[in-house]
């Protein structure tokens, strides 16, 4: 493709050059459902470790359930810390279960 002054600019030949020589393929990750997940801070697994020390016994399956037991036990005012509490707590019985 020669470049030629008075038909197109400069940069729209080096871009129309770059587009077809270029082809550029796009891998989806895998995705490893099982094994990954959100990290948990230091803090909030103090919390569970704790809440699952004292009250193991009234703590499910049930995230709902999870969720205002850790709000009647703990003074968390976040519901973001609240859930999240809650959900670790929920996974945590779950695997121990399987």
């Known amino acids: ?11 729209t030949a080096i871009l129309r050059l ?6 550029v393929t796009f891998i989806k990750p895998p995705l490893f459902t ?6 948990k801070t230091r803090k909030v697994k103090a919390i569970t ?8 016994d009234q703590f499910g399956t049930d995230f709902d359930a999870n969720k205002l037991k850790v709000n009647e036990f703990t003074g968390v005012k ?11 707590t ?3 019985i779950r695997t121990e279960t399987k």
């Open 1 to 11: 493709m020669a470049f030629e002054a008075d038909s197109i600019s400069y940069k």
């Open 18 to 23: 770059l587009s077809t020589a270029l082809t």
């Open 34 to 39: 099982d094994s990954m997940g959100r990290i």
């Open 49 to 56: 470790v704790d809440l699952l020390e004292q009250y193991r």
């Open 78 to 88: 976040s519901k973001k810390l609240r859930n999240i509490i809650a959900g670790y």
């Open 90 to 92: 929920t996974r945590l």
